[in-house]
């Protein structure tokens, strides 16, 4: 570290980093944007110039090739690997050498899902672990203000009468963004991995316990995938003029819905209940998160309810704001720091100040192998038509249909 500031160094200059990693700066004290390494230099070199503009760093900019190069640079303090997810095993490989080779970082934080199939995601703990580098997944709905109240409430309150035994969610759009999502083999999967990971990640995080560690063992899991939507013919005609991937020979599911079966340490059944798509058509992200218990119940909402504003089609050419907003007419979410709200700014300071203490953050890659297992088992489930018990199922050499 040369200076007292935390130089986080991002991998990719992709949505989420230029959306969510690099506003929220913002909000954290003593951190600043030091390096951007990306595939095509000129989209580095525009989100340093925004960084600039917005007061978050003056990055040093990598092209394609200079990930190294990025790890050795002594104002990078962490690594945020924010690429698409085929490119986990070689990014991790890479900064793994870095560190072998005399790179001083203080930890390495990786955004969701964790990896494709779960030997890859052994494959980068392993690597990782092996060179004593503190890790984070980034999983934003646990770091989610609301999401966060919402558990610590209801567990302080609720205590006396039980345990919490259900948890819901639901989380849509209308579809991703870059043709990578859209292939299987590259995504890894399709909603169920882009989507149902943020579902299952929040509703485990909500059943468990704040103040004990362990008192919830998943046992199973039933589901269902679907495609719905896209592939359609017009709309995988669609795709394939937008994306140029061939959705309609080469699906993936654009809709899931998975109920893992849990038990606590007394051996209760707790159940979760996760569905997702991305076939929404509405006003933005649509979410409903709850969870349940013998006398109480709460909810985290983002939906048409929530605010908004309207617009009608005599003004609606140009473009939308929100993340996955479908149209630039009718009615639109009011998405005023969404990096807050949204658990970014936390999720980030969260990684940080665990790297600084050379530990790992509050979910690390161990959280995001374990919710890549329960992917990975609804996938099996769908696939078989069955139950899939997680104690009997060999999900190691496992791989999800669309990603075959
Ligand atoms: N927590 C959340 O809510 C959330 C939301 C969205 C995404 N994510 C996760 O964040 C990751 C990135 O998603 P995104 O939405 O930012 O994706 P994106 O908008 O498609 O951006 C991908 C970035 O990776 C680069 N890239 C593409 N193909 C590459 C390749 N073959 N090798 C190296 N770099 C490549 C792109 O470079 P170019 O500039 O050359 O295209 C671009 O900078 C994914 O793992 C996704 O699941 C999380």
Known sequence: MSDSRFGIGLVGAGFISRDA????????SDVHIAGIQNRTRENAVDLA??????GRGDPSVYGAGELAELAHDPEVDGIWIATPNFTRTETVDTLVDAVESGATLQGIALEKPIARTLPEARHLIDRIESVDLPHAYLEN???????KDLRSLLW????DAGRPYLARSQAEHGGPHSGWFWDGQKQGGGALTDMLCHSLGGNDYLLRDPEAEGQLEPVSVTADTETLKWARESYAEELQERYGVDYEEHPSEDYARVTVRYEDAAGNPVVSEATGSWCFVGSGVSRHIELLGPEYSGQVRSDDDSSSVFFSDALGDGDGWAEKQTATSGRMPIAAATVVTGGFVAENRDAIRAFSAGENATFDLFDGERILRLCMAAYKAAEDGTRVELADASLDSYTPPPAR
Do not use: F, N
Request: net charge negative; charged share 30%; aromatic share 8%.
């Open 156 to 159: 302080q309150r609720g205590r």
């Open 21 to 28: 990693h690099a506003p929220s700066v913002d909000y954290l």
């Open 49 to 54: 110039e925004t960084c600039r503009e917005h």
């Open 141 to 147: 709905w646990i770091h989610e203000p609301d999401i």
